[in-house]
């Protein structure tokens, strides 16, 4: 049985001591060794005087697209993909922000892997606590783009990143098929709760992480993989999940949250 490995982590833009996460990050990526890492807030300047994208991957055989965030005066941060296999092609879509003003985007890559093209979505999602109704429509959004970009008769969609929701939340309860937002239901399996091993915790914004901490939040689970799938082939079933980038090297995390990876069947 053939299978590949995806993750999702987001990086954290260049906070805390990034010059001693930016080694431990690196370590932590080439031991787990993913086919496809999806990441948000990857800080690219625009001068060329600083592409953390560029830096996360150096050496490490990867494939590199990044989408810039819709910011108009912010920084140029954005969503990114690392891929074991060429980028056929790319493309950064815009979400809605129900008027908060906090802009965000999906980056979307086709991946021409050795047995078949696997469309990738990676996102990004509102993040104060109280922002349900933004998600909520970026969520319907974000699966109208891989509706549009990812038919049907195609690979099972990997859809994945920082969604700042726990599982319970409407937003993500829409995505597994528990309830339709006011209309039609779809349906995306989240690969952690399919696969991961029993009684495993999949906490990925965690107080035990000084980083997390500092926001004084509780202990949740928001960053995922989702597939859409498996389909009548089997294709996009996912096997295993775990938590990953979640170990300090001192007192040293690669981020403020920790990552999620999937092995699915191809």
């Known amino acids: ?46 001068d060329g005087s600083f592409d953390q ?53 999906v ?22 606590l109280d922002d349900g109704a933004a998600r909520a429509l970026q969520v319907k959004r974000l699966v109208e783009i891989v509706r549009d970009l990812a038919p049907a008769h195609g690979f099972p969609p990997l859809v994945m990143g920082d969604f700042n929701a726990e599982p ?21 399996a989240d690969c952690f709760a399919a696969a991961a091993p029993p009684g495993r915790d999949g906490t990925t914004f965690a107080r035990r992480n000084p980083f997390a901490l500092l926001c004084r939040e509780p202990n949740r689970r928001i960053d995922y993989v989702f597939v859409r799938g498996p389909d009548d082939r089997g294709r996009g079933e996912p096997l295993e999940a775990d938590v990953c980038f979640d170990r300090a090297e001192g007192d040293i995390f690669p981020s403020d949250h920790f990552g999620v990876i999937a092995t699915l069947r191809c």
């Not at 010059?19 to 031991?31: F, H, I, K, S």
């Not at 830096?55 to 819709?70: C, M, N």
């Not at 086709?110 to 047995?115: G, N, Q």
Request: glycine share 10%; net charge negative; aromatic share 12%.
């Open 168 to 188: 319970d939340a409407d937003e993500i309860r829409y995505l597994r098929g528990l309830t339709g937002l006011g209309g039609p239901c779809v349906y995306f």
């Open 107 to 128: 980056l979307f890559a086709e991946l021409d892997a050795p047995f078949a093209k696997v469309p990738c979505f990676v996102t990004h999602l509102n993040w104060k």
């Open 53 to 105: 994208l560029a830096l996360i991957g150096e050496g490490l055989g990867y494939h590199a697209v990044w989408g810039r965030s819709p910011e108009p005066d912010g920084w140029p941060v954005g969503n990114a993909f690392l891929s074991r296999w060429p980028i056929a092609r790319s493309e950064t879509l815009a979400l809605p922000d129900n008027g908060t003003g906090e802009r965000r985007c």
């Open 1 to 46: 049985m053939e299978t590949f490995r995806v993750a999702t982590l987001n990086v954290w833009n260049r906070f805390g001591p990034w010059e001693e996460r930016l080694p431990v990050l690196r370590r932590a990526l080439a031991a787990l060794a993913p086919d496809v890492l999806g990441m948000q807030e990857v800080l690219v300047l625009p």
